[in-house]
C-alpha cells in the first residue's frame, strides 16, 4: 500500500463516518472531501471541481425540473384517476396497480417526485376503497424506488455508474439497457409484495367517508380525549378582555377551537374578540397543564416592594444588549424561559429602531441588530458580553428606561401559601414567565434572601417570592382560576360535524423548508388561520407542546380551521394534503400545460433513443422547454431541484477520480479477488453486490455509486471480463429498501402510513432478498459475461 492509496482510504473512512454519525450535512462533508482532495494533491483543482459540469450532474438537475413539470400539470392527477378505475377495490389488485405506475412513472421522473405526486392519490384511493394507506403507502415508496432501475435516467446512481463507465474507457450504458433486469426487478417485487409481503405491513383501519374520516382522524390523534369547554362566569375579571389577553393560548399551548355565544357557534374565533359573560369555549389542549398554571393564582400580593427595588438594584443591573449579526438568536423566538437558562437574565423589552415591545415578548422572532433590554446580575452580563451572541452589552440610564422603554412594572412581594399546591413546582414548569412576562427575581426563604434563582429552583410552602410585572397580569391569572371547567363537549356544540370547521391530514412535501422548524415559528394562525393540534410521528400521536415540536420529514399533520381557509393549503408547495378539501382536485389541477409536458417528456426519450441528442443536452432542451411553454416557472423550476444531491454527488465524485487514480480500486479489488477471486467471477460479483447493498443502510446511494464504481470496475478487469454485468449488479444492489432513513420516499411515506421504523425492517429484509434473487438470476441472461477486449 502506498502512502497516496492509504492518504485516499483514510479521507473515505473519515467520510463515511461522517456519513452514518450526521455530525455534519452530507452535501457539506462532500465539499470537504472535494476541498481536501485539491489540497492534499491527490487530485487537480480542475479535477476537483469537475463533478460540477459532470454529465451526470448536469442531467440529474435538468431531470428534477422535467419531473417538476410534469406533475404542476396534473399528469399524476389522470393516473390517479385511473388506478381506482383499473383494479377496483381489491387489496391485492390495488397493490399490483399502485406499484406497476409508480414503478413506471418513476422509469422517467424523479423517485421522490413520483412519490409525492402519488401520495395524495393513494391516500384517497384508501379512503374510497377501506384499504388500510398503511397497506399500499410503503408499496408505493418502495416501487418508485425500483422503478428507476428500467431506464438510464431513472435514478442518480444509474447515470453516475454510467459515467463511471464512460470515463474507465468502456461503453457506457444507453437509455434502456437497464430495462430487461430493471422491469423483471420491479415485476417480481410487486407479486411478491401483493402476494405475500402485504402481510408483513400494519394494518389501521380508515374512515369510509367525508364525515366519517373526518371522526376518524380525531379518533386517531385522540383529540377527543384532550377537548374540553370552559364558561366565562358572570362577574370575571375576563370579562371585557381579548383571547389575547387572556393569555388561555400561550399559557399552556391551549387552542381555542371555537366560541359559542347564546346558541350561535364561531369556530377559531379571532384573538381579538372580546369576552362576554357566559360564554363557552371549546379548547383542545391538556388540562393538567393549565391547571397547574391556575395554582399560580393562589399566590397572595402582600405589597409592593420599592425599598426592595433599590436594594437589588445594588446587585441586579439593567443593561442593552445589541443581537450580533451571526447569532444563533437571529430568527429565533424568544423564550423566556430557556433565554434565562442559558444566559442567567431575563429579558425586559426589545427595541428594534423606534419600536419598543413590552409584552408577549415570547412571540417574538428576533433579528440581528434588535436592541434587548435585560436584567442580571453582575457577573451573568459578563459572562454575556463574552457569549458571542451579542455585538454590544451597554448600560442603560434613568432617562432612557423612562423615556425610550417606558416601564411600568413593579415589583412585588407574593406569599406562597403553606398549603399551595404550587409547593415542589419551579416557574419554569408552570410557563409563567412565557404567558405572562412575569420575571422571578428573588425569594425569601427562612430569613435568606436568594436573588436571580435558577428557572429549575423549587418553591416551596411559606416562601415569600419577588416578582416583577404588571398588576393587570395577576388580574388575568385570577380570571383564569374562575374559569368554569367542563370536561365534555356541549352536544349541540357540532362545529365538526357542520361546515364551519374541519380537519385536514398533511405531510411535509420534499425539500420542504419547514423541515427542522419549531412549529411556534411558522405562524400558521396568521398565514392562514389554521390551527396544527396533533403530529403523527413513529406510529404515534403528539398532542402536548405542540408549539415547541420541531417538525421533521415524514410527520403527519393534523391541522384544524374553517374549510374555506384549509383549502388554501392546496397551493402551499411545502405541504402535501392527505385529505380531500372542498372539491377533489387531486394532487394538482389539470392544465392546458399537461399535453406540452408530455410532449416535451418523450422528445426527450426519442431524442436520446435516435442518438440525435447526448442525454444531459437532451434533458436541459426538455427543462427549457418545460419553463417556456409555462409548465412551470422559473421560479419553480430552481425550487424543484434537490441541490443538496447536486452538491453531494459533485463533491464526491472527485473522490471516485482518486480511488481510481492514486491505485486505491486496484488495491481494494486485489483484497476481494484474494478472498473470492478463486471461486469465479460470479461469487465477486455477489460479494461487491452485499457490500453495497448493507452499506445503503447508512450511507446515500450515489455516494456509495461514486465509492463502489471504480471499485467494481477494476475487479472486472482483473477477472479478464467486460465491467457491465457487474455495474449493472452494484445498479441494483444500490437501491435503498431497509431502512425508513435510507432514501426520502422512505421518509416521506412514514407519517402519513402510521410507520414505526422496524416495519421496514420486516418488509425491507425480504423484498432485499427477492431482489437480490432476481437479479442474480437475470443478469447471466441479459447480461453475460463477456471476455474483456483489449
Not at 238 to 265: D, H, P, Y
Request: hydrophobic residues 50%; glycine residues 8%; proline residues 5%.
Amino acid at each position: 500500500m502506498t502512502f497516496e492509496i492509504a492518504l485516499v482510504l483514510a479521507i473515505l473512512l473519515i467520510a463515511m463516518a461522517l456519513f452514518i454519525s450526521e455530525i455534519l450535512r452530507a452535501d457539506l462533508v462532500a465539499l470537504l472531501v472535494l476541498v481536501t482532495l485539491a489540497i492534499t494533491g491527490l487530485v487537480t483543482p480542475e479535477s476537483a471541481i469537475s463533478g460540477f459540469s459532470n454529465p451526470a450532474v448536469v442531467t440529474i438537475w435538468a431531470m428534477y425540473i422535467l419531473s417538476e413539470g410534469l406533475t404542476r400539470t396534473g399528469i399524476g392527477n389522470i393516473i390517479g384517476r385511473q388506478v381506482i378505475a383499473i383494479a377496483g377495490r381489491r387489496e391485492v389488485a390495488l397493490i399490483f396497480v399502485i406499484m406497476l405506475t409508480g414503478g413506471l412513472l418513476s422509469a422517467f421522473m424523479n423517485n421522490i417526485g413520483v412519490a409525492a405526486l402519488m401520495l395524495p392519490v393513494v391516500v384517497e384511493i384508501a379512503r374510497r376503497t377501506e384499504v388500510p394507506p398503511s397497506r399500499l403507502l410503503m408499496p408505493l415508496a418502495f416501487s418508485t424506488l425500483l422503478g428507476g432501475l428500467i431506464t438510464l435516467i431513472g435514478t442518480p446512481p444509474n447515470l453516475l455508474i454510467s459515467n463511471a463507465l464512460g470515463q474507465a474507457g468502456h461503453a457506457p450504458f444507453q437509455l434502456f439497457d437497464f430495462a430487461p433486469v430493471g422491469l423483471g426487478v420491479l415485476l417480481v417485487a410487486t407479486l411478491f409484495i401483493a402476494l405475500v409481503g402485504r402481510f408483513l405491513l400494519p394494518r389501521r383501519d380508515p374512515g369510509a367517508d367525508q364525515q366519517r374520516s373526518q371522526r376518524n382522524l380525531r379518533a386517531q390523534y385522540g383529540l377527543q380525549e384532550w377537548t374540553f369547554t370552559m364558561r366565562i362566569p358572570e362577574e370575571s375579571v375576563l370579562v371585557g378582555r381579548t383571547l389575547a389577553q387572556t393569555r388561555i393560548g400561550s399559557a399552556v399551548g391551549l387552542i381555542v377551537i371555537a366560541l359559542e355565544r347564546r346558541g350561535r357557534v364561531d369556530a377559531l374565533p379571532s384573538r381579538n374578540v372580546e369576552l362576554r359573560a357566559g360564554d363557552r369555549l371549546v379548547v383542545q389542549g391538556r388540562l393538567d397543564r393549565f391547571n397547574e398554571l391556575r395554582r399560580w393564582s393562589e399566590l397572595v400580593i402582600e405589597r409592593e416592594a420599592p425599598v426592595l427595588q433599590d436594594l437589588m438594584s445594588e446587585k441586579i443591573r439593567l443593561a442593552e444588549a445589541a443581537v450580533a449579526d451571526d447569532s444563533k438568536l437571529v430568527k429565533a423566538l424568544l423564550r423566556h424561559a430557556e433565554f434565562r437558562s442559558e444566559f442567567s437574565v431575563n429579558v425586559l423589552a426589545i427595541r428594534r429602531k423606534d419600536l419598543v415591545r413590552r409584552v408577549n415578548l415570547n412571540y417574538v422572532p428576533l433579528r440581528a441588530g434588535d436592541r434587548l433590554l435585560i436584567q442580571g446580575s453582575v457577573e451573568a452580563l459578563e459572562r454575556l458580553s463574552s457569549s458571542g451572541e451579542f455585538s454590544e452589552i451597554a448600560p442603560v440610564s434613568e432617562s432612557e428606561l423612562r423615556d425610550t422603554y417606558r416601564m411600568q412594572e413593579r415589583t412585588f412581594v407574593v406569599r406562597v401559601p403553606k398549603e399551595s399546591q404550587l409547593s415542589g413546582s419551579t416557574l419554569a414548569q408552570s410557563r409563567l414567565g412565557d404567558a405572562f412576562d412575569f420575571r422571578l427575581l428573588g425569594f425569601f426563604r427562612e430569613g435568606r434572601l436568594q436573588l436571580m434563582p435558577e428557572s429549575d429552583e423549587v418553591i416551596l410552602g411559606g416562601d415569600l417570592l419577588l416578582i416583577q410585572g404588571r398588576p393587570e397580569d395577576l388580574d388575568v391569572l385570577r380570571g383564569l382560576q374562575e374559569l368554569e371547567i367542563q370536561n365534555r363537549v356541549a352536544p349541540n356544540i357540532k362545529i365538526f360535524e357542520s361546515d364551519r370547521l374541519a380537519t385536514v391530514e398533511s405531510t411535509l412535501a420534499p425539500n420542504s423548508p419547514l423541515a427542522g422548524r419549531r412549529v411556534d415559528e411558522l405562524n400558521l394562525r396568521e398565514k392562514y388561520g389554521l390551527e396544527l393540534v396533533a403530529i403523527w410521528r413513529s406510529g404515534g400521536a403528539i398532542r402536548a407542546d405542540i408549539e415547541r415540536q420541531t417538525l421533521q420529514f415524514g410527520d403527519a399533520l393534523l391541522l384544524v380551521g374553517p374549510r374555506q381557509k384549509l383549502a388554501l393549503l392546496r397551493d402551499d408547495p411545502d405541504l402535501l394534503l392527505l385529505t380531500q378539501v372542498g372539491p377533489a382536485t387531486g394532487v394538482a389541477a389539470i392544465t392546458k400545460q399537461a399535453p406540452y409536458a408530455a410532449l416535451i417528456m418523450l422528445g426527450v426519450v426519442l431524442s436520446v433513443l435516435a442518438g440525435f441528442l447526448p442525454i444531459f443536452i437532451a434533458a436541459i432542451l426538455g427543462a427549457s422547454l418545460m419553463i417556456i411553454s409555462g409548465c412551470l416557472n422559473i421560479e419553480q423550476a430552481y425550487r424543484a431541484i434537490e441541490w443538496r444531491a447536486v452538491f453531494l454527488i459533485a463533491g464526491m465524485l472527485p473522490l471516485g477520480i482518486a480511488i481510481e487514480s492514486s491505485g486505491a480500486a486496484l488495491w481494494v479489488a486485489s483484497l476481494i479477488m484474494d478472498s473470492l477471486g478463486q471461486y469465479g467471477p460470479w461469487p465477486v460479483i455477489i460479494g461487491l453486490y452485499l457490500m453495497t447493498a448493507i452499506g445503503t443502510i447508512a450511507v446515500p446511494a450515489t455516494v456509495l455509486a461514486v465509492l463502489m464504481s471504480p471499485i467494481v470496475i477494476s475487479a472486472s478487469v482483473e477477472l479478464g471480463f467486460s465491467p457491465q454485468t457487474a455495474m449493472m449488479a452494484l445498479a441494483v444492489a444500490c437501491t435503498s429498501l431497509i431502512s425508513p432513513i435510507s432514501h426520502p420516499a422512505n421518509i416521506l411515506v412514514m407519517g402519513p402510513g402510521g410507520y414505526r421504523f422496524v416495519d421496514y425492517f420486516r418488509l425491507g429484509i425480504p423484498l432485499s432478498i427477492i431482489v437480490f434473487i432476481t437479479a442474480m438470476l437475470l443478469l447471466p441472461i441479459t447480461w453475460p459475461l463477456d471476455p474483456l477486449i483489449d
